[in-house]
C-alpha cells in the first residue's frame, strides 16, 4: 500500500498529531500483510517528535513483530533529516533506500 502524507498536509509537527495519523494509516491498511511504502512526495518539513512518534514507531513495530519495515520515497532533505536523528537516537536502522539523504 502506498500512503501518501502529503493528502494529510505539508508540514508535520507534535507526537499527538503523529498519534492521529498512525490510527489513520491502521485503519486504511493492514500493516500485518500489506508492505507500506511511505510516500513524503509533497513534504515540506517534518519535526523531529513527529518523525520520531510516525517513523520511528512504524520501523520498530517492524523489527519487533518482524514484518517488513515500511519503504521511505520521496523525502526532501528536511524530512529525510528529521527520519535519519530520529532513527539513529532510538538505534534503528535507516532503511536502504533513505540511506542516500544520511549524510544531509
Do not use: W
Not at 502506498?2 to 498512525?22: E, H, I, M, N, W
Not at 511511505?38 to 514507531?57: N, P
Not at 526532501?76 to 539523504?101: G, I, K, N, T
Request: hydrophobic share 45%.
Amino acid at each position: 500500500m502506498v500512503y501518501q502524507l502529503a493528502k494529510q498536509g505539508s508540514v508535520f509537527s507534535t507526537r499527538p498529531r503523529a498519534v492521529r495519523l498512525l490510527a489513520h494509516l491502521h485503519e486504511v491498511s493492514d500493516l500485518d500483510t500489506t508492505p507500506l511504502v511511505l510516500d513524503f512526495q509533497g513534504v515540506r518539513d517534518m519535526s523531529y517528535s513527529f518523525a520520531d512518534e510516525f517513523i520511528g514507531t512504524l520501523t520498530q513495530r517492524a523489527i519487533d513483530e518482524q514484518v517488513e519495515a515500511p519503504q521511505l520515497i520521496n523525502m526532501e532533505a528536511p524530512v529525510c533529516e528529521m527520519v535519519s536523528l530520529s532513527l539513529a537516537s532510538r538505534e534503528l536502522p535507516l532503511p536502504a533506500q533513505a540511506r542516500v539523504c544520511a549524510a544531509v
